[in-house]
């Protein structure tokens, strides 16, 4: 009875039910379209990227995820609630607002970025968002990014306050955040730029796995030069609320009070970039599905007329219309794993002809030659190659320095008498090992050489493919003749040492019992030996 009265109110009114529920379809459909604009997206394989037009906030996630309920890397809604707030001279500026920010270009998309130019008074702000490839050839990151071009005449400080609604709270248990020392975060925390992390890992976390697990990697350091001055993990309302002076909470556990739900978020502060007048300076961060096992890498440039001078990376266009590639052509000049390998071979060569040194001293001053036991050598050469691990570069050039002092006294062997300590055994012994060691060293020398000559090859054949205003911006010659300069001085000092070795092994040639021969002989051995030192200079 009662649901057929109902079917006779329905059939009776539902020409005013009709029109009022296209009336509220019609005004729900304004008030998204008012608080939402047009979606601009970049696909790739392992990640894409959305960015609300009118909102200017954006969201992530994987296109093949192992499971759909970890599709997300940042936690989607309409509008998103990852966004980026601009700061100039400490005053944070929502990119929705109106008044002294003013907005320059829309955003747009071109082939691999979304690009959009803000103005606050004399600083022009790009903010780009750049798919692209870190360690792979599977569009597996996104660089988020901001160029600031200062037009004025004095100097500013500007900044940027990113912020990554993560998943963490969002109906996903198994969602967890950890740091790249794979230290578990479980309630707020602040990184001053001394302390901040590689990155931050936000997903579900594999323990035995090395790349930690399904999720997203935020790096907060997108150009190597600028660095964030701190990173928060917090509650993200609080985050939205205060913008820049978050109050820590940490018995909180990412709650906003006691009785709403965890929701994670992590804010990356730039609060003190510097640009001088005329000049113009790049910051920002990456998102990536996959942990970046190179972070030198991450140096970039933006594609467009506002770039970074100091930067060392670029963007190049492909000509089949394909993806752009964010390529690294230059890296600092640090000492990587090579370097440090050939080096500790180095210091043991040098280590073992002090050796040999010494017991031509002996010979020299008519005292026994002190062979040391083959356990004393080894400890004396692992505390020189603990010395070098640790970064003792004036230990090493005083080894270098007392071992030239060492070489001078065969300048003029008539100042000193030879004695018959050493037998024919210890002289052939002392020959194998000093052509052991030649070996050694000629390996170790074309290995340096090769590595140097490659690492120049590259940053020659990156140099040629740059073009147009990227050249122009890219060009360091004198970074580049400091480069050059420091390889030069590298292989002066092998050529030294392979002098001072070649040295060793001529004297050794010479008969040694040298007590019954006249001055006149001594005299012609001294001028072989200078012969031979100058040709070898």
Not at 23 to 47: A, P
Not at 89 to 94: A, D, Q
Not at 355 to 363: A, T
Not at 381 to 398: A, L, N, Q
Request: hydrophobic letters at 35%; glycine letters at 4%.
């Amino acid at each position: 009875m009662i649901i057929q009265t109902l079917q006779r109110v329905i059939m009776k009114n539902r020409g005013q039910l009709i029109k009022r529920f296209l009336f509220l379809s019609i005004l729900s459909l304004l008030i998204f379209n008012y608080v939402s604009g047009e979606i601009l997206s970049l696909i790739g394989k392992q990640i894409s990227f959305y960015l609300d037009d009118r909102a200017f906030s954006f969201y992530a996630e994987n296109p093949s995820p192992k499971n759909k309920k970890t599709a997300l890397f940042l936690f989607k809604d309409f509008p998103p609630t990852s966004y980026i707030i601009l700061i100039m001279n400490g005053k944070p500026y929502r990119l929705t607002e109106a008044g002294n920010l003013k907005l320059v270009k829309v955003f747009e998309r071109n082939e691999n970025s979304i690009e959009g130019i803000f103005k606050i008074n004399e600083a022009i702000y790009t903010i780009s968002f750049i798919i692209t490839n870190m360690e792979s050839k599977n569009n597996n990151a996104v660089l988020c990014m901001i160029a600031v071009t200062n037009e004025g005449n004095d100097s500013i400080t500007v900044g940027a306050r990113f912020l990554f609604d993560t998943m963490f709270g969002e109906s996903l248990k198994k969602t967890s955040i950890y740091l790249s020392t794979k230290e578990r975060i479980d309630y707020d925390r602040m990184f001053r730029k001394q302390s901040v992390p590689d990155f931050i890992f936000s997903g579900e976390y594999e323990m035995d796995n090395p790349n930690f697990g399904e999720g997203l990697f935020i790096y907060p350091s997108l150009n190597e030069g600028v660095k964030p001055d701190y990173v928060t993990i917090g509650n993200w309302k609080r985050f939205d609320e205060t913008e820049l002076d978050y109050p820590l909470e940490p018995r909180a556990r990412f709650r906003y009070n006691v009785f709403s739900t965890p929701d994670a978020a992590v804010a990356i502060f730039y609060r003190n970039v510097v640009v001088k007048p005329k000049d113009s300076v790049s910051y920002g961060c990456i998102l990536s599905a996959n942990r970046i096992i190179n972070p030198q890498v991450m140096e970039s440039q933006k594609p467009s007329k506002v770039q970074n001078i100091e930067s060392t990376n670029i963007v190049e266009k492909s000509s089949a219309g394909e993806s752009n590639t964010l390529q690294q052509f230059s890296q600092p000049f640090n000492l990587g794993s090579g370097d440090i390998y050939l080096l500790k071979s180095q210091i043991l060569l040098i280590e073992k002809m002090n050796q040999l040194i010494d017991r031509l001293d002996g010979m020299l001053s008519n005292k026994p030659a002190d062979i040391e036991k083959e356990s004393e050598i080894k400890k004396g050469m692992e505390k020189s190659v603990s010395k070098s691990i640790h970064g003792d570069p004036t230990g090493r050039r005083k080894e270098t320095e007392e071992e030239k002092g060492k070489m001078d006294i065969y300048r003029d062997l008539r100042s000193y008498t030879f004695s018959t300590n050493l037998t024919e055994m210890d002289i052939t012994n002392m020959k194998e090992t000093l052509g052991k060691l030649q070996r050694q060293y000629d390996e170790k020398v074309a290995m340096l050489k090769e590595y140097y000559q490659n690492l120049i090859k590259k940053q020659e054949e990156e140099y040629k493919r740059l073009s147009g205003d990227f050249k122009k911006n890219v060009e360091n010659k004198e970074e580049k003749k400091d480069k050059v300069k420091k390889v030069r001085e590298m292989d002066k000092t092998l050529s030294e040492i392979e002098r001072r070795i070649n040295i060793i092994e001529e004297l050794l040639k010479l008969n040694l019992n040298f007590e019954s021969l006249p001055d006149d002989r001594l005299e012609e051995m001294a001028d072989r030996i200078n012969a031979i030192e100058k040709m070898m200079q």
